[in-house]
């Protein structure tokens, strides 16, 4: 080697592999074996290492959080215009289809994963600007305006009075502090959220960016800053969460929503919503505290006086003594039901009633209706003023108030096995049904028995005391010899007990209506009306 | 060329970004993160020595991250997970220095050596100041020797230096990213590092102390 600047192309690259680990053990120990004997073959190889080593002065380039925060968030659109492209090519039809359910798929599996990122991390400026509008999406886009919500409160205030409760009230509370906050206390309110909350906002945000045109994005901007900064501005925000509550609680609230929305004009508006409010009837929540009344209620009842006289008079006259009230389910059950003949007799106008030409049966209607009148009265008291409210306001009043109390009696809607194994031998099923369940595997039977469980006590509807329901067997022909015979047939309303019935349309449990009552109404098919 | 189940396993089994980059296919998004966290540092110098402008390196590298993104569902682990990540981004800066020279936007092209405004010698003496205590003055001379002898190099002998010296690459891995031979990443290599040579040498033989070359790696 004549100049070690410039050396032979071979050594170079056999030098420069030397130093990279790149050659084979033999020619590394041939390097190895030259480097000890030849000074300017090693000072060549120590001159590209020293130059090697200096490359360590080279900066290295170190990022910070926005750089990752703004990947992800351009992940995150690029993702999302992927998804219109794909949503671009396909047949109008599938289009439509496909928006409505990106939130669901396309979270999923197409760039919810990014954004879950983002919301759960790094709340980025657009959601926390809008915190308050992507929190509460639905109920802002509901085609909302400030003379709708206002004519809410004059015209529909009694529709929605049941939902201005405690739970509205820290809804709103949270809206508007959540409005009041700076950037720092939202990004800090998004940060504390529970991974369910967090879910919900991801899915929001989601929405609010994906779905929404940006014209719709701009109006409910613009919404929610006129209703935060309006005159009422408590009232409209307290009515638009109160619609809102309302609306989640319609059957079919999808379809109600959408047709509502759609609807403009605040008058048609509003009289749809009493349509849709008097055509459907909500099951009515039920504290703790009111169910414990209840059942003491009903614990009261069972043995007071004249109520077990009252019932001893509807053994004699409609019943056979069972004495099945071996447990405090079934014990509540048997006074419940007697209950429910009561209320049926007490609600029947007198002058639909035709007297009968038996003193005593009149004298016992008398009885059963003074009798209603006390449980009655001591069953609203258990309730809350909204509560009884809401019970008043039901289709069928006083069915509803012991449907209350049955649901404030059952520890469980769901029959443990030993229920079942109790219900089994109670008598209720029949000698062939029985054989038929003793045919099956176990679970099978289970299973089975739940079915036949909950017809006989609780009802396909899980309500006992929905109008004309014998309480007890007999539906559906099931219980061989045990037809109702001719009679007055069962009402759809509260009707009461009339002169020519002869159940009370509420025997207890395990006695069973006469033989000669009215047939049971065909299951899914509206109860016969009573003969004029 | 189908990959066989034997590699995919392997690499599985050895590498544990695949591990990660396989959780991201199945739309996992810390995994995702978690790639990112690793990597953005790496990937965002690399470019910024192949391209010469830090807020571009970061615009490319948030291309190559969306390229991953975008590639995952396709992802296959053919090889290490680092050899598929730079990969995209030799493809992603080509394209930029393409775009660049195309444009001539930016002059890539350092200044021979001997120009005398070019001089890294004279640079740094220009960059003395007074003020300045004498061992950060050498600490930036040398590291201006160094960034303009990177400089020097063409791109596909930068690559290679970037990869194998701080990626700590193979030969036959830096091949396959830059879809070269192994020879010809040997001999591009030896190229380089004889011309790095040739430009640094000259600092380090006038006796500018340095005497731990890797103790100040970081800006």
Known sequence: ?532 | MAISDSTIQRYTHADPDVRLMLRVREDDAAAFEELMLRYQNRVVSLLAHLVGKRDMAEDLAQDVFLRIYRARKRYVPGSKFSTWLFTITNNVASNALRGLSRRREVDLKPSSPNDSAGNPLEAAAVAASALMPTRQLDKEELRQVVQHAIESLNERQRMAVLLAKFEHLSYLEIAEIMEMSPQAIKSLLSRARSKLREMIEPYLEQGASISNPGSNGDE
């Open chain 1, 1 to 532: 080697m004549s100049d070690p600047h410039e050396p032979d192309e071979s050594i170079r690259e056999e030098l420069v592999a030397y130093l990279d680990g790149e050659l084979s053990p033999e020619e590394a120990r041939a390097v190895e074996e030259r480097l000890s004997r030849d000074e300017r073959y090693r000072r060549e190889m120590q001159g590209f290492d020293r130059a090697w080593n200096a490359l360590e002065e080279l900066p290295r380039a170190s990022v910070d959080d926005s750089f990752t925060k703004t990947t992800i968030e351009m992940v995150a659109v690029a993702a999302e215009k992927d998804l219109a492209v794909q949503t671009q090519a396909m047949p109008t039809v599938r289009r439509r289809r496909t928006l409505w359910i990106a939130g669901l798929a396309a979270v999923a599996a197409t760039l919810g994963f990014a954004l879950a990122r983002i919301v759960l991390d790094h709340p980025d400026r657009v959601l926390l600007a809008n915190l308050p509008l992507v929190q509460h999406l639905d109920a802002y886009n509901q085609n909302l305006s400030p003379e709708f919500l206002m004519a809410l409160q004059k015209q529909a205030g009694d529709i929605l009075e049941p939902y201005r409760d405690e739970e509205l009230e820290h809804q709103l509370k949270a809206l508007q502090e959540t409005e009041a906050a700076s950037t720092a206390e939202r990004r800090a309110l998004v940060e504390a959220m529970s991974d369910g909350e967090k879910a919900a906002l991801q899915a929001n945000i989601i929405r609010f960016r994906e779905q929404l045109l940006p014209e719709k994005r701009e109006l409910l901007v613009a919404l929610q800053k006129e209703l935060r900064d309006g005159k009422n501005s408590d009232e409209l925000q307290r009515n638009m969460l109160a619609y809102w509550a309302w609306l989640q609680d319609r059957r079919d609230a999808g379809p109600v929503q959408a047709d509502l929305r759609k609807t403009e004009s605040i008058e048609d508006r509003l009289a749809m919503m009493h349509k849709i409010d008097g055509e459907q009837n909500r099951r009515i929540p039920l504290s703790l505290e009111e169910a414990k009344k209840l059942r003491a209620v009903v614990k009261e009842f069972a043995t007071d006086r004249e109520f077990q006289d009252v019932t001893r008079q509807l053994w004699e006259r409609f019943g056979r003594r069972g004495g099945r009230d071996r447990d405090e389910r079934s014990r509540n059950w048997n006074v419940i039901a007697i209950m429910g003949a009561l209320q049926r007799a007490a609600r029947q106008p007198e002058e639909h009633e035709e007297a009968s030409d038996d003193p005593a049966l009149n004298e016992l209607r008398e009885s059963m209706r003074d009798l209603w009148k006390r449980i009655h009265a001591d069953m609203l008291a258990a309730l809350s003023a909204n509560t009884q409210m809401k019970v008043d306001r039901a289709e069928r009043p006083h069915s509803e108030l012991l449907g209350l109390a049955w649901r404030a009696t059952q520890e469980s809607s769901r029959p443990s096995e030993e229920d079942l194994e109790k219900f089994f031998v109670s008598g209720a099923i029949d000698a062939k049904r029985m054989q038929e369940l003793l045919g099956m595997p176990r679970e099978r039977m289970l299973e089975q028995l739940r079915i036949d469980y909950r017809r006989e006590l609780i009802g396909d509807d899980g309500s006992w005391f929905g109008p004309g329901r014998w309480s007890w067997g007999d539906r559906d022909g099931r219980r061989d010899g045990r037809r109702r015979g001719e009679g007055r047939p069962s009402d759809d309303r509260d009707r009461g007990l009339n002169g020519r019935e002869r159940n009370p349309g509420g025997a207890p449990r395990g006695e069973g209506p006469p033989r000669d009552g009215p047939p049971p109404p065909p299951r899914n098919q509206p109860p016969p009306r009573p003969p004029a």
